[in-house]
């Protein structure tokens, strides 16, 4: 037999012995069809910890009387669900960098806390709220200056389920009720996109964060471009047709939006945040020179161009006027809107499924959970608790 014959037919039987040792291996898998498997899977997507034999029979019993749910509720019980899972889904949104390697501050907790607490969630760009440590565990104090009342619950190994309480911004900072606007007022989020700049990365990482949305996502040439900052170039380089085809899509619809900002800076001198009430921030006319003729920023009121257009497709609430003045109107008409709903629902899908969407019946999914997001006021518990049952047997 000719030689490169024989080394063909070498090739061909380790071909049909592999393929036979993997027909062996699937064969010999354990399927996670029953009970007690499903939710062992259950527990680990959820809470990132295995089960004890106890949880794991009451989850197996709930699931054998058709009750998936219940079992994820279950699991939700275990620490590790906010230590752990949770601590670790909101850390990115916290900085530029969207690094899940960052102390724990006010922006992470308050996300943790709303979600055990069940409360709206579409609040979270809005309310006078945020979360801080027990009064019993002898931390220091919440301080606007610094992040050492978080810092310290980390070091200390605080669980978070049992270690939070739910108070009010404007009782802890020097922030009026009306100035408050959930996370985008908090400490984290301040020092991470309200310091020097423009204001601009709030927003744009709001986006990012809450609408599941870049701006390229958002470009759009067709809307006014009478709100665009003195800053903003009209000749890139020398060429205006930069900018009509490409800065005016962004700017069209950021600036008018950013404008609720106006009042907030981050100081890194006092490490605080800063809101001066019917004071437009000196970084709101950096570079006025840049284009005399543009847009000057005279308060804090702000207009939603996106309501018409192709950004109407972000789903705004109609009952919402698309225009206010401050933060907090601004959070309440992002939180109220179709994106912010899919994006936390889409989010939630990727935490607990290790995986993004990939086909229509995980879309369909998706619907079904902001469908129920919406029919539960926003409680974000349901949402986990369905992505996990979904995703039990992947």
């Not at 850390?91 to 709206?120: C, H, K």
């Not at 908090?186 to 020092?191: C, D, I, K, N, T």
């Amino acid at each position: 037999m000719p030689r490169q014959q024989t080394r063909r037919e070498t090739l061909r039987l380790a071909a049909f012995a592999l393929t036979a040792l993997c027909l062996m291996a699937v064969s010999l898998a354990p399927a996670y069809a029953g009970p007690r498997e499903q939710a062992r899977r259950i527990h680990d997507r959820i809470a990132g910890v295995p089960p004890t034999d106890a949880v794991l029979d009451s989850m197996a019993a709930d699931i054998a009387a058709g009750d998936a749910e219940g079992a994820a509720y279950t699991a939700m019980e275990n620490s590790g669900f906010y230590n752990i899972t949770l601590k670790n889904w909101a850390a990115p949104w916290t900085n530029r960098e969207q690094s899940v390697f960052v102390p724990l501050n006010d922006y992470t907790a308050t996300v943790i806390g709303m979600v055990r607490d069940e409360i709206a969630f579409n609040t979270l760009l809005s309310a006078d709220i945020v979360y801080v440590g027990n009064d019993n565990l002898g931390l220091p104090g919440y301080s606007m200056a610094n992040n050492s009342h978080y810092e310290e619950m980390e070091d200390r190994g605080i669980d978070l389920k049992t270690g939070l309480r739910r108070t009010e911004q404007s009782t802890v900072t020097s922030l009026t009720p009306n100035a408050t606007a959930g996370i985008m007022t908090s400490r984290a989020a301040a020092e991470a996109f309200f310091i020097a700049g423009t204001n601009r990365a709030m927003f744009r990482f709001t986006m990012i964060n809450h609408l599941c949305r870049d701006m390229e996502e958002v470009h759009d040439t067709s809307r006014i471009p009478d709100r665009i900052r003195q800053d903003v170039s009209r000749s890139p380089g020398g060429d205006s047709r930069v900018f009509l085809n490409n800065c005016i899509g962004c700017h069209n619809g950021m600036d008018p939006m950013t404008q609720a900002f106006a009042y907030y800076n981050f100081n890194p001198d006092s490490g605080s945040i800063e809101y001066t009430e019917g004071q437009v921030q000196p970084k709101y006319f950096n570079n006025a020179d840049n284009f005399r003729p543009g847009f000057s920023t005279p308060d804090d009121s702000w207009d939603n161009y996106w309501r018409a257009g192709k950004n109407s497709l972000l789903g705004w609430d109609p009952n919402l006027g698309g225009s206010g003045s401050g933060a907090k109107s601004l959070g309440q008409e992002l939180g109220n809107s179709d994106a912010f709903a899919e994006c936390q629902a889409t989010k939630v899908f990727e935490a607990v499924c290790f995986r993004g969407p990939v086909n229509g019946d995980d879309r369909a999914q998706i619907d079904s959970m902001v469908a129920s997001l919406r029919g539960t006021n926003y409680k974000l518990k349901q949402t986990f608790a369905e992505a996990a049952v979904y995703c039990m047997g992947d």
